[in-house]
């Protein structure tokens, strides 16, 4: 494999791992009653969005 194929497989873990990290703070919030209006994995500008039935935004935004 060369440095390319490793550092890309880096960023996918990461990825990976800051997104299920993330979803354990929304899930926990609507454990306890807090009202979610955005869920994002990122952060600046949007690249893709939904809004949910429960109102929620769910968003995939640019790193920077």
Avoid: C, N, P
Avoid at 28 to 45: E, P
């Amino acid at each position: 494999m060369t440095i390319l194929s490793y550092i890309l497989a880096f960023m996918v873990a990461i990825g990976i791992l800051v997104a299920v990290h993330e979803y354990g703070h929304f899930w926990m919030a609507r454990r306890v009653g807090v009202r979610v209006l955005r869920f994002s994995i990122g952060f600046g500008r949007r690249l893709w969005t939904r809004q949910g039935k429960d109102g929620t935004e769910y968003a995939i935004s640019a790193i920077l």
